[in-house]
């Protein structure tokens, strides 16, 4: 006999968004969901699930997108719907026309040229904390290495980096509007800022084009209708929201748990080749996007329930990334377990685009760090968090450590 099939009593077993804390510690609220009802029917009528497993076929295969069967994303107007043309929010064929058109500016060679340069603003920022003993792993870390990265493959000067991923972060809200309908106006006005911005940009992309990925985007759009001004204004804008607020919160996220678990930091400084199983650990343990989204375009079975076709259903990633039936003891941080892949960068054809460059970017961050520094203590009581839908951290007060008094 197999296992019964899951009932489905509608509740939020102890993770409410609206009432858990969800940025500094969503885990044992997420646990319980996972453990008492995987596949669960909010009782505001919202679908989720968190089992690993269920999550992967949710994303890699099922029948489903970013719209409903009628053509409209979820809990927006048909103008909303029209206006909306990130590839995150398209399905086929126009996502497959945009991620292609975005991914071919995102070359290997475009990565390896960014990496230097991200190094080199890094090195300079380190540089300055020479004689403290105190810094903001925000500030002085987890911001500077994915500006200077967006900033290389934009071309936007990093001066702005500030003004952006304040705007970037007021912009999230757009994703989540059910959920934060008092800060729709804010965001709404962080977008129409950005888009000036990057408008600004485009023009003078336009006018003499350089080496980045806004100047191939010009090209492509520039080229014939493949790619419209309104589709390479939003994907540029797009790319600003994904890749910045993101890679600040695995950065910071990431340094905390080095905080919290030192042996970790420690084995890390021993053997710098495991930066990178390192970052797959940070990855895994806090994300920085806890979830994402697809409606079913057919009646889907997940863990013995049936969900409609039409429904959004939430994947809860940071759930999923603690299931015990694919991660031994995932509350533990190993940066060298190899096991299966978190959930982290999503999946299926919007499997993120950028998270090479995230990875590369945390990886010049914790090699440094580990490079200059014996350890980090965190002042945990005094984290501050952006405020944003995702993780994102906007100050993580630490006590430095070195090898020499
Ligand atoms: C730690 C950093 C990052 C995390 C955790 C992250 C996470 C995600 C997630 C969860 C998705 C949705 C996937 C899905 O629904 O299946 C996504 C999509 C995407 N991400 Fe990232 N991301 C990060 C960094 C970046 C960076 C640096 C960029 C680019 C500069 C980027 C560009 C994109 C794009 C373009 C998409 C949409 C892809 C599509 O629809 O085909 N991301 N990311």
Redesign the pocket.
């Known amino acids: 006999m197999g296992k019964p099939a899951l009932s489905v009593t509608p509740g939020w077993y102890g993770a409410n968004p609206d009432t858990m804390d969800l940025k500094a510690n969503p885990h044992d609220a997420y646990r319980t969901l996972r453990e008492s009802q995987p596949v669960n029917l909010q009782p505001d009528g919202q679908w989720r699930i968190s089992r690993y497993r269920d999550i992967q076929k949710l994303?890699k295969h099922s029948h489903s997108g970013?719209r409903h069967l009628n053509g409209l994303i979820p809990r927006e107007t048909r103008e909303e719907t029209e206006a909306s043309k990130?590839?995150?929010?398209?399905d086929p064929p126009d996502?497959d026309r945009?991620?292609g058109l975005?991914s071919k500016a995102?070359t290997p060679r475009a990565l390896a040229a960014i990496r230097p340069r991200v190094q080199q603003q890094l090195d300079r920022e380190l540089d300055q904390l020479a004689s403290r003993d105190q810094m903001d792993l925000v500030q002085d870390l987890a911001l500077p290495v994915?500006a200077a990265?967006?900033c290389a493959?934009l071309g936007v000067p990093f001066e702005d980096r500030d003004r952006l991923s304040g705007l970037v972060s007021l912009a999230t809200y757009r994703l989540a509007k059910a959920a934060f309908p008092d800060l729709q106006g804010r965001a709404e006005a962080a977008i129409l800022e950005l888009a000036d911005y990057m408008m600004n940009l485009i023009d003078k992309r336009r006018a003499s084009p350089s080496d980045d990925i806004l100047s191939a985007l010009v090209a492509a759009e520039e080229a014939g209708d493949r790619l419209s001004v309104e589709e390479l204004l939003q994907?540029s804008i797009?790319?600003?929201i994904?890749?910045?607020e993101?890679?600040i919160?695995?950065i910071g996220n990431g340094m905390v748990c080095f905080s919290r678990y030192p042996d970790q930091f420690e084995l890390l400084r021993q053997r710098p080749a495991l930066a990178e199983s390192a970052v797959e650990e940070c990855?895994r343990f806090e994300?920085?996007?806890p979830?994402?989204?697809?409606v079913l375009w057919e009646d889907t079975e997940f863990s013995g329930v049936t969900i409609p076709a039409d429904t959004p259903v939430w994947?809860i990633?940071i759930a999923a990334n603690r299931d015990p039936a694919v991660f031994t003891d995932p509350d533990r941080f190993d940066i060298t377990r190899r096991e299966a892949k978190h959930?982290?960068?999503?999946?299926?054809?919007?499997?993120?685009?950028?998270?090479h460059?995230?990875?590369m970017?945390?990886e010049v961050a914790f090699t440094s760090m580990a490079s200059r520094f014996k350890g980090i203590e965190v002042d945990e009581s005094r984290i501050e968090w952006a405020p944003s839908l995702?993780r994102i951290p906007a100050s993580i007060p630490a006590k430095l450590r070195r090898d020499k008094a």
Do not use: D
Request: with cysteine; aromatic share 8%.
């Open positions: 994303l970013m990130f590839m995150l929010r398209m996502h945009l991620r975005v995102f994915p990265s967006m493959m994907q797009g790319l600003l994904a890749g910045l993101t890679t919160g695995l990855l994300p920085s996007v979830l994402t989204v697809r994947a990633l959930c982290s960068f999503g999946g299926g054809i919007h499997f993120c685009l950028g998270s460059l995230a990875r970017n945390a995702f």
